[in-house]
T-cell receptor, first 115, second 112 residues
Framework: DGGITQSPKYLFRKEGQNVTLSCEQN?????MYWYRQDPGQGLRLIYY???????QKGDIAEGYSVSREKKESFPLTVTSAQKNPTAFYLC??????????????FGPGTRLTVL | DQQVKQNSPSLSVQEGRISILNCDYT??????FLWYKKYPAEGPTFLIS?????DKNEDGRFTVFLNKSAKHLSLHIVPSQPGDSAVYFC???????????FGKGTMLLVSP
């Protein structure tokens, strides 16, 4: 049963703490992405990775960090430098990172609340 | 600067009628367009896409139309069903680039 998993569904953290959101895929996709959704906003790209051991900043990378050590995994760390971390975070993947097959498939999301 | 715009935040339609969701884009490099459907607190699901070499693509009740000269695309849902009630996102990309640019979404409400 292939897909993208994100855990946990809901996450609470105190202000000033770093937190890492997990994203795992078993679709054998090369590319993975992290988005943030806020009320009334579309999906905004945080970071993306077209291949293992490589990643690029998206439109709103400040205050976030990622790693891509394995093809299946693309964890996102929300650091204390992120000014408004409370949001719904979505992970996605696509078959290739070269832009020939651009459909992205999304995980169920993680709702992060910083208190 | 919004490159993909969905100017209607919401749309209400009666069951059985046609739903038309609109999307405009400004970047002439975009050549591939996608529609996603999203329920609250869930990830978006891919609905349908269209390449710039076509002006129409159909999949069951869903049809996407592309007008390149106007930089405009629309998603038609016929007939609309209550289960279609969700937020619909338009997205665009360029050949050779794997990233997508999303609009802000249109919330569709289909009433029985």
């Amino acid at each position: 049963d292939g897909g993208i998993t994100q855990s946990p569904k809901y996450l609470f953290r105190k202000e000033g703490q770093n937190v890492t959101l997990s994203c795992e895929q078993n679709l054998n996709h090369d590319a993975m992405y992290w988005y943030r959704q806020d009320p009334g906003q579309g999906l905004r790209l945080i970071y993306y990775s077209q291949i293992v051991n490589d990643f690029q900043k998206g439109d709103i990378a400040e205050g976030y960090s990622v790693s891509r050590e394995k093809k299946e995994s693309f964890p996102l760390t929300v650091t204390s430098a992120q000014k408004n971390p409370t949001a719904f975070y979505l992970c996605a993947s696509s078959i290739d990172g070269q832009g020939f097959y651009n459909e992205q498939f999304f995980g169920p999301g993680t709702r992060l609340t910083v208190l | 600067d919004q490159q993909v715009k969905q100017n209607s935040p919401s749309l209400s339609v009666q069951e059985g009628r046609i739903s038309i969701l609109n999307c405009d884009y400004t970047n002439s490099m975009f050549d591939y367009f996608l529609w996603y459907k999203k329920y609250p607190a869930e990830g978006p699901t891919f609905l349908i896409s269209i390449s710039s070499i076509k002006d129409k693509n159909e999949d069951g009740r869903f049809t996407v139309f592309l007008n390149k000269s106007a930089k405009h695309l629309s998603l038609h849902i016929v007939p609309s069903q209550p289960g279609d009630s969700a937020v619909y996102f338009c997205a665009a990309s360029s050949q050779g680039y794997s990233t997508l640019t999303f609009g802000k979404g249109t919330m569709l409400l289909v009433s029985p």
